[in-house]
């Protein structure tokens, strides 16, 4: 508990206080009597401060019921019981819950909809205790009888259920610490309100696996104990190659390869999806577009989608190159001559194919699929191991045999 709440100022020392601090926090503050008089924020701090007093003096009844008034008045609940600090500021005055054992410190921000809740029915402390300069973001619930240290920042809609140390930022559900603010430079008044300038640090845990995935497919040297996983996984990397290594394929067009681009920044969110759709619908036969559309279901675990790509490849390539659209009825004297860039793309879609029926379970296909490739590349100019050999395919799941 922070200790300058102790030493208990006088009640007009408080008030000034939470008077003076709103224009510290919030630019939109004009003047002491627009701030007395509109912000339900302040409202509720000053009945809270007559209320807490009546509470200390034993009379129990009168302290809760005019923290009801305050609760009707301001639409923020905060029990008689709670210690508050100085230089206390709720913005926006909305939904905030305080409960009865909460302890507050100096110069402490809460933002609308936050709750510093208990966990049990029985008596005692059962609500947090916040440090000096703690920033809670809207939304944010702080359960429990957990210590929060000075300078924490709780991020938006967080849920936090463990004590965190002094300059810390918790974010998520549950509440995870993913950065020190010691490093941190805080504005004029010493309180750091960038509360939204926060990590993502499950997006990080994704983009470092997919930088791994994508090491260890492009790794030349493997050693004999992994090359039958290795063998397995080629088919990865050739595939995405498609995008990236077009050969003789026009050039994109400014529009498409700008949502190309953006749809990159936000790799691996979910907003990029949409990008990558709509340079689709502008360029659904070019190479790169297919291929970037292929990687992102492809790292989501989108196995049916990513073969509804591969799909579509295989009948754009073979529609240019002027040939059946059924793999089924390919020749290899459609592929006789010097390889070119569509009928690698062909090839590497075909494989892409098979590799996703194995793992998907529709191992039938998957082997005519394998069948074909042998058939259309028996030279394997394509490069690379293919996927698997056709012995191979008793390592997988083969019990359902859907095509």
Known sequence: ?????????????????????????????????????????????????????????ELRYPARLLSFLARLWSNVDIHPGARIGQRFFIDHGAGVVIGETAEIGNDVT??????LGGTTWNKGKRHPTLGNGVVVGAGAKILGPIELGDRVRVGANSVVVHSVAADRTVVGIPGKEVVSLKTVVNGEEGINLDHHLIPDPVGKLIASLIQRLDRLENATDVPGAEAAEARSEV?????????????????????????????????????????????????????????????FYFYRHRLDDALGVAEHTLRI???????????????????????????????????????????????????????ALCRLDPENRLGGAYLLSLADLSDYDCTSNAA
């Open 235 to 295: 088919v990865q990397h050739d595939l995405h190659a498609f995008g990236v290594d077009a050969g003789e394929v026009p050039p994109l067009s400014a529009a498409v390869s700008r949502l190309l681009e953006k749809a990159a920044i936000l790799y691996p969110q979910i907003d990029a999806e949409n990008l990558l759709l709509e340079a689709w619908s502008l360029a659904s036969d070019h190479p790169q577009v297919l291929g970037a559309l292929y990687r």
């Open 1 to 57: 508990m922070p200790t300058s709440i102790e030493a208990m100022p006088t009640l007009r020392q408080l008030i000034g206080g939470d008077i003076a601090c709103v224009f510290q926090r919030d630019s939109a503050a004009r003047s002491r009597w627009e701030v007395l008089t509109t912000y339900p924020g302040v409202h509720a701090v000053l009945l809270h401060r007559l209320a807490h007093r009546l509470w200390r003096l």
């Open 110 to 115: 809460l933002y609308h909809g936050v709750t």
């Open 317 to 371: 390539s073979a529609t240019q190159l002027r040939l059946n659209i059924d793999w089924r009825a390919m020749q290899a004297t459609d592929f006789a001559g010097e390889q070119n860039a569509m009928q690698r793309l062909y090839l590497l879609a075909l494989k892409a194919c098979a590799y996703l029926e194995l793992r998907l379970g529709r191992c039938a296909s998957a082997k005519q699929r394998l069948e």
